[in-house]
């Protein structure tokens, strides 16, 4: 990365270097973007059959339906306004 790139990304974050420290930021930055295009060279395509072989799921309960509670029972205690649940006010 060239000094004329840091200084506008230091200028467009409103970043005071001194010419020590700005040639010091680009080393580094130079260094950060290289680290960042090794990562593209990673391959990272998904394949179901060899990225899943471990998996191991044990045996899983089987759904089944139970009944609920009465609706009725649910908003005896609730204090209703048209259509609405009314509630305690939290905030001021």
């Not at 990365?1 to 010419?19: H, R, T, W």
């Not at 420290?21 to 960042?36: N, V, Y």
Request: proline letters at 3%; charged letters at 30%.
């Amino acid at each position: 990365m060239d000094m004329e790139m840091v200084k506008y990304l230091a200028d467009l974050s409103k970043l005071e270097f001194s010419d020590e420290k700005l040639g010091e930021t680009a080393q580094q930055m130079t260094s950060i973007i290289e680290l960042m295009d090794t990562v593209k060279e990673i391959d990272v395509t998904y394949d179901a059959y060899k990225d899943n072989h471990d998996v191991f799921l044990p045996e899983l309960r089987t759904d089944s339906v139970i009944p609920s509670m009465e609706t009725a029972k649910i908003v005896s205690n609730a204090k209703s306004s048209d259509n609405c649940f009314v509630v305690p006010k939290v905030v001021e």
